[in-house]
């Protein structure tokens, strides 16, 4: 009964260390004639059929390899032990595992969101946002009514001149007409519009050496 079950043991452990091993083998650096010619290519498969008569092969010439896949991973193994290192065509064949990668899924899954930021604008607001109400404009009513109380050719001074920085003036614009009565629609059909006034920029003070910046 012991042994019975000694046995079992023996052979499961058998059957994971050959199902852990891959079913493919990749022949590195093969002559550059495999690729092309029948025969050779034939003689070639030849000797991975002797192990396994379902093998498969894949020829990749840009890289001067071929993959021979079996139907199992006791096939492989054995190829490579009998084969690897041995002459072919003039040229020693060096037989390598391919690894085979388990990716779990057939479909790429999203990145996990682990260390997703959000690129302003996010793609909708985060909890407890609220719209913030725009402030009231400021209205500046002492210049409001400063310039309403001037009148044509009248200005009004809104920052002082400093040594570094000018003066801002406000002038008034004269009525070149002599009537400050606004016209209407049939005046201005009959009368053509008088030329736009030109803009007086304004003058910059005079550089002075002595004074800081």
Known sequence: MQQSENTREEEATVDVRFTDLPNALIACKVPEDLFNEG??????????????????????????????????ALAAAEARLRLHKTDFN?????LYFAQSVHI???????PKPDKQFLISPPASPPVGWEQSQDATPVINYDLLCAISKLGPG????????????????VHV???????????DDSDQDDKPRPPRPKIIQTRRPDYTPGVEQ
């Open 39 to 72: 025969d050779l290519k034939a003689s070639f498969e030849a000797l991975f059929r002797s192990f396994d008569p379902e093998v498969q092969f894949q020829y990749f010439k840009s890289f001067q390899r071929v993959r021979i896949s079996f139907s199992d």
């Open 90 to 94: 003039g040229k020693e064949m060096k």
């Open 104 to 110: 779990g899924s057939p479909r790429l899954e999203p």
């Open 154 to 169: 009248d200005k009004y001074e809104l920052h002082t001149a400093t040594p570094t920085t000018p003066s801002v003036v």
């Open 173 to 183: 614009c004269e009525d070149e007409r002599g009537d400050s009565s606004a016209p």
